[in-house]
């Protein structure tokens, strides 16, 4: 257990409204990670953050920002959600010292 | 961008039979990950094998980085197996990870 959770875990939000997805780690981990999975897909990665105020985006960057101010949360934020928004989004941590990325429970968004 | 392709998508057994999952990638990588996602939808690490093999219970895993392709082998099956499995592959480039997934095998044990 990797001690990372997310919030919420569900969520049913209206077309355009703003949604901020949190990811909390009890580790203090640097590396953290936002993905998305949708069927036919495996994860594909949004943006990841390897330290505080540091971040980067990664393959499916367009439409999310994120913000790190504390090294133990992460958050992603949806600035007006579309329905090609709708997913299961995964957050997840690699330790130090080792490039193995640990994922948590998970949050499903739908977005109508 | 990398590319990782899995075989077979789907996978049909009975308790009990053994079973090969494949992950070719298209480029060098830093390291390799399988996972094992439940039923339920959880995400559980099966190994981290750049190469080489591992053995973990009844499964194990072999990474051929050269040929760039790794296998993972279920032995002696369970009706718990059930569930998608995912090779990912890791580029590193100073800062930057880029954890790359391919699409899954769903595997299906039946009793």
């Known amino acids: 257990d990797a001690g990372i959770t997310q919030s919420p875990r569900h969520k049913v939000t209206e077309t355009g409204t703003p949604v901020t997805l949190r990811c909390h780690q009890t580790?203090?981990?640097?590396?953290m990670y936002w993905y998305r999975q949708d069927p036919g897909h495996g994860l594909r990665l949004i943006h990841y953050s390897y330290g505080v105020k540091d971040t980067d985006k990664g393959e499916v960057s367009d439409g999310y920002s994120v913000s790190r101010s504390k090294t133990e949360d992460f958050l992603l934020t949806l600035e007006s959600a579309t329905s090609s928004q709708t997913s299961v989004y995964f957050c997840?941590?690699?330790?130090?010292?080792?490039?193995?990325?640990?994922f948590g429970p998970g949050t499903r968004l739908t977005v109508t | 961008g990398i590319q990782v392709e899995q075989s077979p998508p789907d996978l049909i057994l009975q308790e009990g039979a053994n079973s090969t999952l494949r992950c070719n990638f298209s480029?060098?990588?830093?390291?390799l990950q399988w996972f094992h996602q439940n039923p339920w939808g959880q995400l559980i690490n099966l190994f981290y094998?750049?190469?080489g093999t591992k053995q973990n219970g009844r499964l194990s895993a072999t990474t051929v980085a050269t040929e760039r392709y790794s296998l993972l082998y279920i032995s002696s099956s369970q009706t718990t197996d059930s569930g998608v499995y995912f090779c990912a592959v890791l580029l590193v480039s100073g800062s930057a990870r880029q954890l790359t997934f391919g699409s899954g095998t769903q595997l299906t044990v039946l009793p």
């Open positions: 480029d060098s990588v830093n390291n």
């Open positions: 997840a941590i690699s330790r130090d010292n080792s490039y193995e990325q640990y």
């Open positions: 580790e203090n981990h640097r590396y």
């Open positions: 094998i750049p190469s």
